[in-house]
Structures are given as structure tokens and as C-alpha cells.
């Protein structure tokens, strides 16, 4: 059983940088595959990236590449999503997500474990 709870979400400004936090507990972290999400009101849940458990591998969506960087720290049981150069079209609520196998590019079926998400928004 893996718990997660992300956190530092909040309002910026357009071409702002944001760094999100996901804490989990349970002691088998180090073998999970991380994944974050978005979802906006009214749209399906849409993968952001994800990074392997070695933390040696990264994957991101189109969207996001190049601006967004997923790390973990798995001596802390944490993994972050680095947003820079925000846009407003990325105004969402992120997730983090854990799976114990499969593809980095597997989507939200994937995943066995969710966080309850935190909210960004991006003003113009």
C-alpha cells in the first residue's frame, strides 16, 4: 500500500516556474514507477510525465517537454515535477501516481496508487 499527497500548488503567472511535491509513505517506494497527471474540469485525466524507480529514465508528454522535470529523491520518499516557463493552458489539478510495473508512457489504468491532487493555475 503506497499513500501519496502532493503539494505546492498555487497561482502564478504566465512564464512563472512552480515546483510541485509528491511524499510517500510505505517502505517500497524506490520500486515504483512515478507518474503525473492533470485533469481540468470537464476532460479526461491526461499524463504529464513519469520517471522510472531508479529515477534514471524520464518520460513527458509533447505538451510539457522541455519546460517540465520530474525528479525523485527515493532516500525520501519523494518525487517532484519542476514546471518552468508556466502557460496559462496549464492550469490544471496535478497528480502524482504510483505503479509497480509496466511502461513509463502507460496511462491512468495503469496506476494503482493516486494522490489527491493539488491545484495550479496560470494567469495571463
Known amino acids: 500500500q503506497v499513500q501519496l499527497v502532493e503539494s505546492g500548488g498555487g497561482l502564478v503567472q504566465a512564464g512563472d516556474s512552480l515546483r510541485l511535491s509528491c511524499a510517500a509513505s510505505?517502505?517500497?517506494?524506490?520500486?515504483?514507477?512515478m507518474g503525473w497527471f492533470r485533469q481540468t474540469p470537464g476532460k479526461e485525466r491526461e499524463f504529464v510525465g513519469a520517471?522510472?524507480?531508479?529515477?534514471?529514465?524520464?518520460v513527458y508528454a509533447d505538451s510539457v517537454k522541455g519546460r517540465f522535470t520530474i525528479s525523485r529523491d527515493n532516500a525520501k520518499n519523494t518525487v517532484s515535477l519542476q514546471m518552468n516557463s508556466l502557460k496559462p493552458e496549464d492550469t490544471a489539478t496535478y497528480y502524482c501516481?504510483?505503479?509497480?510495473?509496466?511502461?513509463?508512457?502507460?496511462?491512468?489504468?495503469?496506476?494503482?496508487?493516486w494522490g489527491q491532487g493539488t491545484q495550479v493555475t496560470v494567469s495571463s
Open positions: 510505505g517502505r517500497t517506494f524506490s520500486s515504483y514507477i
Open positions: 501516481a504510483a505503479k509497480s510495473k509496466g511502461s513509463l508512457y502507460g496511462g491512468v489504468g495503469s496506476y494503482d496508487y
Open positions: 520517471i522510472s524507480w531508479n529515477g534514471i529514465t524520464t
